[in-house]
């Protein structure tokens, strides 16, 4: 599946390409970042109403936001896959929050006898958290498109 890895390693392939994208959005960061932001604060005011049955993020000042992440207090209630499956159908891109400890990631398998049960926190959020998006190119149609979809899901 995505966002598993079987193998340790490092990826630094930095391409011509990509370099030349990355200066032309330099160019326009404090745009980006300004959005990123106020989409973030958009989606907190309207899905608060679920901070029964979400963590919502915190927003802060300090963060140029990539995405929303959202954790499902109790999977009993509603589980990621369903949650995510029940989203992506209505045509909201979801992504897991990556399980990055090792006793969520086949290439830490070895270390996670070590580790397993002494990271109840981490391990609530990668089996229960996930992100969608709030990037700059959402508009406020978008996000109301989001926010309904949960509704639908949720009440």
């Not at 990539?66 to 954790?71: Q, T």
């Not at 070895?110 to 981490?122: C, H, I, M, V």
């Amino acid at each position: 599946p995505r966002f598993t890895h079987d193998f340790i390693g490092l990826n630094f392939k930095t391409m011509e390409f990509q370099a030349a994208l990355a200066l032309q959005q330099l160019e326009k960061v404090e745009d980006i970042i300004k959005k990123r932001r106020e989409n973030f604060r958009y989606l907190n005011r309207y899905l608060k109403q679920f901070a029964g049955r979400l963590d919502l993020p915190v927003y802060s000042e300090d963060v140029s936001y990539l995405a929303y992440p959202l954790v499902i207090k109790d999977a009993k209630i509603i589980s990621r896959k369903k949650l995510r499956f029940e989203l992506e159908k209505r045509g909201v891109e979801t992504r897991p929050i990556f399980g990055c400890i090792p006793t969520q990631q086949p290439a830490y398998s070895y270390l996670k006898k070590r580790y397993e049960g002494k990271l109840p926190n981490a391990e609530h959020i990668g089996r229960n958290g996930f992100y969608i998006g709030c990037h700059q190119y959402l508009k406020r149609g978008d996000l109301d498109y989001v926010i309904k979809a949960f509704e639908e899901i949720l009440k």
